[in-house]
């Protein structure tokens, strides 16, 4: 089979076997908002945004981990799924620091846009704000690491182990300490980061922001 063709909020779509959900998606220009998922890489599934309802399972489904299969109905709107979205998203903001005017990736932002998206204001809704309040990283010469601002997407992680296998970044510790850091938890300058900028470019939220020349 060449290509499967599915109908995704009553669009009739074709995609090629294997594609996810998501990307069947994306690829014809219907939105799906998502902050962790990278195009032909394992799903990682961290920021539960994708929520799609697909006709003949009883629950929501992410996005991204879906498979497409022939004469799948899917639906991205839905009351039920836009609940979930708005419910993950607000505990993502939790933790987050909104200081969108004096971030450098203001207007830039994905978490501005899926906040458009879903009618939701970046600021603390239902659940209390526990903003981190952790060190900003300055060390790199090229760009500036604020884990404040990090919302654990796991993108830069990837891109540095898997993509450019330097290695320098990870997740470290656990529960509600977890965030990205170097091993040993040192400054950036004292990692095996060789400044290629690609975690940067990565980067959807005001995380990892370049340097100005």
Known sequence: MDKVTLSID????????????????????????????????????????CFVDIEGKPDPVTACTETIAEGMRVYTNTSRVNRLRRTAFELLIASHTLNCKECGKNRHCEL????????????????????????????SP???????????????????????????????????????????????????????GECVAICPVGALIAKAN
């Open 10 to 49: 009553g669009k009739q779509i074709e995609a090629r076997p294997g594609t996810k959900v998501l990307w069947a998606a994306l690829d014809n220009g219907i939105y799906i908002p998502n902050l962790c998922a990278i195009r032909d890489v394992q799903p990682f599934a961290a920021c539960r945004l």
């Open 112 to 139: 501005q846009k899926i906040a458009h998206y879903l009618r939701v204001k970046l600021k603390p809704q239902r659940f209390r704000q526990m903003p981190r309040s952790l060190p900003i990283d300055s060390t």
């Open 142 to 196: 090229i760009f500036i690491f604020d884990p404040n601002k990090c919302v654990l997407c796991g993108k830069c992680v990837w891109v540095c182990n898997k993509h450019h296998a330097v290695g320098a970044i990870n997740f470290i510790f656990r529960g509600f300490d977890t965030r990205i850091g170097t091993f040993g938890d040192d400054p950036i300058a004292q990692s095996s980061c060789d400044s290629c």
